[in-house]
């Protein structure tokens, strides 16, 4: 596993080298597949946002996933094999430019791990283009990721590896299912050509989609460059295409921090609420849209551990479970420091900035009602809900598990807990709790059977676990891409009972526990 940690990517070490040299870059070619009816944006942006380049080609590639969900965002249909599948597999690896695609790279900066890293940029991720959202709702922009260098790469190779490329797809999909604000992936394309990492493995490049990749770093990168007349150009587009009703307000810019602290603030409860980690939430992977964005060694919470870092290159667990909504915070403080020339005072900038604290606790105490299926609201939840957070913590308790189970407890039958109870070390500690649940869950005349569907619409049956990944990228190593379908398709209805698929719901078997995520993707 990786040892050198994320921050350095590419500075003092040189782990992302290909072993085989990259052929010529993909050509605009006269016969450009029209797939899809491309313009692009972000290309009206002045040329010091971006480098317009062309793909890496990669040989012979093949698909290894394909969303069917995210490509009806865009009214795309699955490539049917024989016929428009090869023109398809050309665009999404980056062999070949379809008509009004204008491949580019863009420009960015950011903290890593909390200290200012300069310059970073899309290292291996080519913008192809955007295109109509099939809602009517404005465009979404596609993006390659592991399309190969671009002049922001740095020692990096700008390829992606199979591994990390089928996460991200998977996880990308499993959080729209879950209903949480992310970045969507149409597709994962594979090719044997190797890539090296700890040990040498091979290509993939994964197609994703959101309206913009635009970053808390983009607008860093402005502000730490003291170019404001471009911070301007960039916070104006970004209100112009995607907050335009912010325009109306006297000062948009305030505007704009304040909502995008708002959807951070949201998005952080949303997370804890499922026990996603996203591990490493650097201002350069933090979304101007609110969106979760660049899934690398992310995790959802197996066995309940606040302090439990999914990404092992962070020694300090500054990314760990319970410092998520303080680090949403610093980023969006880091964001307030890039946009005070805009907004113009100190002031305004920490108005702006404090409704995070108010917004979050809201959604969180929101979720966390909904989770425990409380209809109402009273002063001794908080109490309730620590000494929940207690035993989960003290019995190292499934997360997922824990709170599925909850969903099927009836208030007159205790000796019906056994399966929720089986999850639990501290057994007393439990019996305990579960009687106050109980006596709380009466204040509210709460009826078993309606809870149980609330609760179960709430609390996913089903998450990426990290072995279930691996499983599915064991086997699409070995060009068994079935399981890696059938994830995506139990992942696409996660509050599902789903029967046929009772053992994804499993707690995790004991070789899971040596799973280690690194940077290194
Ligand atoms: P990340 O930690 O994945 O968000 O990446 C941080 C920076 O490193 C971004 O600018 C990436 O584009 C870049 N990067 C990561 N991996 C590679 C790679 N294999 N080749 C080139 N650039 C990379
Ligand atoms: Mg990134």
């Not at 003092?12 to 072993?19: A, F, Q, V």
């Not at 094999?81 to 050309?90: I, Q």
């Not at 007393?428 to 309606?450: I, M, V």
């Amino acid at each position: 596993m990786d040892t050198a940690s994320c921050k350095s990517r590419g500075r003092r070490h040189m782990p992302l080298m290909t072993t085989t040299p990259d052929t010529t870059a993909a050509q605009a070619s006269a016969e450009a597949p029209r797939l899809l009816p491309f313009g692009n944006r972000f290309a009206e942006l002045p040329p010091a946002f971006y480098t317009r380049l062309q793909p890496t080609p990669l040989p012979a590639p093949y698909l290894v996933g394909f969303s069917d969900e995210a490509a009806a965002t865009i009214a795309l249909q699955r490539p049917v094999a024989g016929t428009d599948d090869e023109a398809f597999l050309d665009v999404f690896t980056g062999n070949r430019i379809a008509a009004g695609s204008q491949p580019l790279a863009a420009v960015y900066s950011g903290h890593q791990f909390g200290v200012w890293a300069g310059q970073l940029g899309d290292g291996r991720a080519i913008t192809l283009g955007d295109v109509p959202a099939a809602d009517g709702h404005g465009r979404i922009e596609l993006q390659l990721k592991g399309a190969g260098k671009t002049p922001y790469s740095r020692m990096g190779d700008g390829r992606a590896v199979l591994r990390s490329s089928i996460r991200e797809f998977l996880c990308s999909e499993a959080m729209a299912a879950l209903g949480i604000p992310t970045t969507r992936a149409l597709a994962v394309t594979g090719s044997d050509q190797r890539v090296m990492r700890e040990t040498a493995e091979t290509a993939a490049v994964v197609t994703r989609m959101a309206p913009s990749f635009i970053r808390f770093g983009s607008f860093e990168h402005w502000y730490y460059s003291q170019r404001f007349d471009d911070l301007k150009v960039l916070a104006d587009t970004v209100l112009e295409q995607f907050y335009p009703a912010l325009l109306r307000q006297d000062n948009p810019y305030k505007a704009l921090l304040t909502e995008v602290t708002r959807r951070t603030a949201e998005l952080m409860a949303q997370w804890q609420a499922v026990g996603f980690m996203h591990g490493v939430m650097n201002t350069d992977n933090m979304s101007i849209l609110g969106l979760t964005l660049d899934y690398g060694p992310f995790g959802f919470m197996e066995a309940f551990d606040a302090r439990h870092i999914c990404n092992h290159t962070d020694s300090q667990g500054r990314y760990s479970y319970q410092m998520q909504p303080r680090i949403g915070q610093w980023n969006c403080f880091a964001l307030g420091q890039a946009m005070l020339p805009l907004i113009g005072s100190v002031e305004d900038t920490e108005a702006a900035l404090a409704g995070y604290e108010a917004v979050f606790e809201a959604k969180q105490d929101a979720l966390l009602h909904a989770k425990l299926g409380l209809k109402t609201s009273r002063p001794d939840d908080d109490k309730l809900i620590d000494a929940m957070f207690t035993i989960l913590q003290n019995s190292h308790v499934d997360f997922t598990l824990f709170f599925r189970h909850l969903g099927n407890l009836q208030i007159g039958n205790p000796a019906g807990d056994e399966p929720l109870r089986d999850l639990i070390i501290d057994r007393p500690a439990f019996d305990a709790w579960a009687e106050q649940y109980r006596a709380r869950l009466r204040t509210e005349d709460s009826d078993d059977a309606q809870r149980r569907l609330a609760m179960h619409a709430v609390n996913p049956k089903y998450v990426l676990r990290n072995y279930l990944a691996q499983v599915a990228i064991e086997r699409a190593q070995q060009k068994d891409f079935s399981e890696v379908e059938k994830l995506l398709a139990i992942l696409r209805r996660p509050f599902d009972e789903q029967p046929e698929h009772e053992k994804y719901a499993d707690l995790p078997p004991g070789w899971a526990s040596h799973l280690e995520v690194s940077c290194s993707s």
